[in-house]
Antibody
Framework: QVQLQESGPGLVKPSETLSLTCTVS????????WSWIRQPPGKGLEWIGY???????NYNPSLKSRVTISVDTAKNQFALKLRSVTAADTAVYFC??????????????WGKGTTVTVSS | EIVLTQSPATLSLSPGERATLSCRAS??????LAWYQQKPGQSPRLLIY???NRATGIPARFSGSGSGTDFTLTISSLEPEDFAVYYC?????????FGQGTKVEIK
């Protein structure tokens, strides 16, 4: 079955760029919406944004000025870049797959999550 | 941004009991509401989408109801593995938002 795996640095310095990749295995990245969601320590979930396999994106307005999500269909991967990070960006970052349209906002496959700490 | 308010914050129940979790939206989300279960150190698991549809592989003891602003997740008879945190999530309006969670704990 489809599995997702996040990868990237676990420690990022303030003001720098957080970069994560999600690798999709056991299935194709095509024809689905792919999302990044984060969870600060001990807190709830925040949807960062999503990308369709064709490349169209939508970002949470609270992060829009700092976020870029991209897709590489040849590698079956999608990626997150979050610029100018602060301690408030410390969180577990999850990648997830949306159900087929129009239910794309419901995430049926999740990665295990990766902890990113912003600290000097 | 639509705010989802979940109640209660904590629900203390025994195995075999019925659990009723509430999610209220600050404005109508139609039926674009999902429920997730999250255990410590794990990623969330989709239970219900579009307010009442069980996701693949989800046991029948989980059911969802509601539309508009008031939604309910019911677990008909709690199994030991059901003790966890439950989140609701809407995407009628972008950005999709999550509730703050309800913790179902063993009494």
């Amino acid at each position: 079955q489809v599995q997702l795996q996040e990868s990237g640095p676990g420690l990022v310095k303030p003001s720098e760029t957080l970069s994560l990749t999600c690798t999709v295995s056991g299935g194709s990245i095509s024809s689905y919406y792919w999302s990044w969601i984060r969870q600060p320590p001990g807190k709830g979930l925040e949807w960062i944004g999503y990308i369709y396999y064709s490349g169209s994106t939508n970002y949470n307005p609270s992060l829009k000025s700092r976020v870029t999500i991209s897709v590489d269909t040849a590698k079956n991967q999608f990626a997150l870049k979050l610029r100018s990070v602060t301690a408030a960006d410390t969180a577990v970052y999850f990648c997830a797959r949306g159900l087929p349209y129009p239910h794309y906002y419901s995430f049926d496959v999740w990665g295990k999550g990766t902890t990113v700490t912003v600290s000097s | 941004e639509i705010v989802l308010t979940q109640s209660p914050a904590t629900l203390s129940l025994s195995p075999g009991e019925r659990a009723t979790l509430s999610c209220r939206a600050s404005q109508s989300v139609s039926s674009y509401l999902a429920w997730y279960q999250q255990k410590p150190g794990q990623s969330p698991r989709l239970l219900i989408y579009d307010a009442l549809n069980r996701a693949t592989g989800i046991p029948a003891r989980f059911s969802g109801s509601g539309s508009g602003t008031d939604f309910t997740l019911t677990i008909s008879s709690l199994e030991p593995e059901d003790f966890a945190v439950y989140y609701c999530q809407q995407c009628n309006n972008w950005p999709g938002t999550f509730g703050q969670g309800t913790k179902v704990e063993i009494k």
